[in-house]
């Protein structure tokens, strides 16, 4: 610390202790009156990638189809067969109820769907209203094996065992939600390539602001609409077994979960930390004065981020509990030097004993701060918003509590006094010696063994995977899982996507005047199943095929009539025999996946008009089938995919969780591969998306994530290390032990299975991050002890039994204090928990081992003496 900045810091904190007190106790209180406005956020945009081009073509999906947002129940009654008319009117009252609850669009449950084949009805009929379960004469054994058989409704509202049924409650499209984000990534794009003029950059910050306003907002109402569909759940609960399901409803427990995380978290590691510091240091004001410390850094950075509405995500909320560990090795690294030149120096004064604690900690403890706000700014290289996110935010933590840290605990110890030295008293530095003579006695083994880790490690890190199942992210007693399962294995499956095709581009052939005029001699009136087989005769004189490729043009399907939403019919390649055998091939394939639950397309309607007419339909068939639509089939079976304006369908599809079978990744590739080189659909003309894309773009750029941030830390810290140590070989010694504990851990989650995943994806830069706390400490005060006498082993054993015991406090109080995340409902936040600790015990066990055996080898401050 120079002279100049030492003189300013004595006149301002330890010579007016109370008024540096005074000040940050005032700046706590005015951040503290933001924590009201403190908000998590746990929605689908903080999972997704920066600029992602499917997620804008995602919500360009849903303004075409409709709301894709819902909420699913599933019910199974506890007393008789669910098709009883007690549980049919049961599960009736239910629907009714959800369905008058606010924000809810509609209901579909195997209440409503229309019935074809219970007793089968004929094709004429499709135009008509169609009888549902709950209509007179219904023969309900009949409807049963139509839910159980029906390419329609297969494994869609009923299970195998025909006792759990799902209802699907569709929420309500939010258009204003779509525009505000389109317009504001729109922006976001033209800024990060081109730049914004001031006026665009104001617009920006408008448009960003009341969509942040807008999403809490909604955020809420979705919340509460949860609560109250849990809340008409709960009246049932005694008559039916019932899980909920769906995005929103995940993403409300995900937040509680969190909440409970930091609630959880904070009550533990608070008790933790306290009985720690007091056994460790056995003064009521080595205490007082590292929690206070970390309290005040804690609301000052909650408070501030609550100013500026910047909001934790799932990623992001662990944010707390590392900055509280960063803090807490702070000051307790002040207190050890304080307690040590105590012990050394009793006849000093305390502002002599304060202000040289300050001046021997204030390089270490600024350069530990540096090199750890480069393994966290690393993390904005990611692609992942809420990453990029926490590695700003602990960067701002990390200043933040350096700050205080050297202002709170210098101040408290100028107002307390110098107090009773710890004196003999204090035996714990045998802990550390333990460290120290092992490692004099058998360096060899030490190096062996980090060798050993090293090659484990390699191989480790090869087995990563990014795949996971999300149902794992929650404990098998939580209805979040509990319903997935049930949605997953009864109900044909939980994670959505959909296929997008485009027709092919056909030249435009000349108009086939005598099939138009033999088109129109079939009127409404006269359409009927005898007009099928009379259609089929006049089909004879224009081979099999009158829409295919040859025939298909611009006025093919010119006739007027009366669709499902009353329009008139377009031209569409999709209602052609050719059309929908591309489809019928790439349906069947998808289903042949184990991976994949239900699948549902155009080919179903097909299917079913086909077999209600006791042949395969031909395209003049297929025309007048697609005429006789009434409004009920057309919005149920046909409306949901496909776009007649731009003659788009689309192939929706759930893929099954709980079978271990998803490779998110290799599932599209399948696809993808299929419909181009067996369907011979253009690459151009097929599109994939729905949260299955968007999650698996997350997932694959994490591993490519992993690697640049370990490259950005390492390039980082390299030339950190080089500036604080000027030495290259010090240098390398110190990085060493980090990436062998960075490697420990991701090894370990290799070997063990665990995949990289948005939370674990920071497990390394926080591996390093610590790691470089330990090598700085402790190579630094080796130097010092070092220049004592000039013996490498003796340096060694002093800097353990100085500096080793901070570090040793300061990881056992961490190791600990993090195993309390295991008791979390969120598993990613307990492998969070247990990384953090093996994290810790690599980087403590490099620091009193490998770190100190490699100076002892190199010997990087010269020839000096061996004891």
Not at 272 to 287: E, G, H, K, N, S
Request: net charge negative; proline share 3%.
């Amino acid at each position: 610390m120079s002279a100049t900045l030492l003189n300013f810091y004595q006149k301002t904190v330890l010579r007016h202790p109370l008024g540096a007190t005074f000040a940050v106790l005032l700046l706590t209180v005015a951040m503290a009156f933001g924590l009201p406005n403190f908000k998590l956020d746990a929605s689908a945009d903080s999972l997704t990638l920066e600029h992602d081009d499917d997620l804008n073509y995602f919500r360009e999906v849903v303004q075409r189809y409709g709301s894709d947002n819902f909420l699913i129940l599933t019910f199974s009654p506890n007393e008789g067969d669910l098709f009883d008319q007690e549980n049919l009117l049961l599960l009736s009252s239910l629907r009714d109820e959800l369905a008058a609850i606010d924000g809810i669009e509609s209901m579909l449950s195997l209440l409503d769907v229309p019935l074809l084949y219970s007793p089968k009805i004929g094709v004429a009929d499709l135009k008509n209203e169609l009888n549902t379960l709950l209509s007179p004469g219904v023969d309900r054994q009949l409807a049963r094996e139509e839910f159980l058989n029906s390419p329609i409704y297969k494994n869609l509202i009923l299970s195998a065992d025909g006792q759990t049924t799902g209802m699907l409650a569709t929420l309500e499209l939010d258009q204003k939600y779509l525009d505000l984000v389109s317009a504001r990534d729109a922006l976001r794009l033209i800024k990060s390539t081109q730049g914004l003029s001031a006026a665009q950059q104001l617009e920006l910050d408008r448009v960003s602001l009341e969509f942040l306003d807008y999403r809490t907002a909604k955020a809420a109402q979705s919340h509460q609409l949860v609560a109250d569909v849990r809340n008409l759940m709960n009246d049932y609960r005694d008559r039916a077994t019932i899980f909920l399901g769906g995005p929103d409803m995940i993403t409300a427990d995900m937040v509680d979960f969190i909440k409970s995380d930091l609630a959880t978290f904070g009550i533990g590691i608070l008790i933790f930390v306290i009985v720690t510091l007091a056994v460790i240091f056995r003064q009521l004001r080595w205490v007082i004065l590292p929690l206070s410390t970390c309290a005040i850094c804690l609301i000052i950075i909650l408070g501030f981020l609550s100013w500026i509405d910047w909001r934790l995500t799932v990623i992001s909320s662990n944010f707390v509990a590392l900055l509280l560990i960063i803090t807490l090795a702070l000051t307790m690294h002040l207190i050890v030097r304080y307690r040590e030149l105590h012990r050394d120096l009793p006849d000093a004064s305390q502002e002599q004993l304060v202000t040289a604690t300050v001046t021997s900690m204030a390089k270490p403890c600024l350069y530990t701060v540096l090199t750890t706000m480069v393994a966290f700014l690393s993390l904005v290289v990611s692609n992942i918003r809420p990453v990029i996110d926490f590695g700003w935010m602990m960067t701002m933590g990390i200043s933040l509590a350096l700050l205080i840290a050297f202002i709170i605990i210098p101040a408290g110890m100028m107002l307390l006094g110098k107090g009773k030295s710890s004196g003999g008293t204090d035996n714990s530095a045998a802990v550390t010696a333990v460290f120290s003579s092992f490692t004099e006695r058998h360096g060899g083994a030490v190096i062996l063994i980090a060798l050993g880790l090293g090659v484990l490690s390699v191989i480790g890190i090869t087995r990563l995977e990014v795949e996971n199942r999300f149902i794992d992210y929650f404990r098998s007693n939580t209805e979040i899982y509990q319903g997935m399962e049930i949605i997953d294995a009864s109900l044909g499956g939980t994670t959505p996507m959909d296929i997008i095709l485009q027709a092919p581009t056909f030249a435009e052939p000349e108009q086939n005047d005598a099939f138009d005029a033999e088109f129109s001699d079939y009127s409404d009136d006269a359409f009927g199943d005898d007009a099928f087989a009379s259609a089929e005769t006049a089909t004879d004189d224009y081979g099999d095929d009158p829409f295919g490729d040859d025939a298909f043009g611009g006025d093919a399907f010119s006739t007027e009539a009366d669709s499902g939403d009353s329009n008139q019919l377009k031209d569409t390649y999709w209602f052609t025999s050719t059309g929908l055998a591309d489809l019928a091939k790439l349906q069947a394939y998808i289903e042949s996946l184990p991976e994949v639950g239900k699948v549902s397309s155009l080919v179903q309607i097909y299917d079913v008009a086909s077999d209600l007419s006791g042949h395969k339909l031909n395209d003049f068939e297929i025309a007048f089938m697609r005429k006789s639509f009434g409004p009920e089939i057309y919005n149920q079976m046909v409306a949901p995919y496909l776009i007649e304006d731009i003659d788009e369908t689309r192939i929706q599809l759930r893929a099954m969780e709980t079978e271990g079978l998803l490779r998110r990744a290799d599932l599209l590739e399948k696809i993808r591969d299929y419909a181009v080189n067996e369907v011979g659909i253009a690459p151009e003309d097929i599109r994939f998306t729905g949260l299955l894309v968007l999650y698996n773009n997350m997932l694959q750029s994490l591993y490519k994530s992993q690697i640049l941030t370990l490259g950005a830390v390492f390039v980082g810290i390299m030339l950190m290390f080089l500036v604080l140590f000027r030495s290259a070989k010090i240098s390398v010694i110190a990085i060493v032990p980090n990436f062998l504990a960075a490697g420990i851990v991701l090894g370990g989650m290799g070997w063990t299975g665990i995949p990289l995943d948005m939370m674990t994806i920071t497990i390394a830069a926080i591996t390093v991050g610590i790691g470089v706390d330990h090598a700085i400490h402790y190579i630094t005060r080796f130097q010092r002890e070092f220049s004592v006498d000039g013996d490498y082993v003796a340096a060694m054993h002093r800097a353990h039994a100085s500096i080793g015991l901070a570090l040793f406090y300061t990881a056992i109080t961490i190791i600990v204090g993090f195993s309390i995340l295991a008791l979390s409902n969120f598993i990613p936040s307990i492998y969070f928990g247990l990384l953090t600790g093996l994290a810790m015990t690599a980087a403590l066990l490099g620091s009193m081992t490998l770190l100190p055996k490699l100076i002892l080898i190199v010997k990087p401050l010269g020839a000096g003496r061996t004891s």
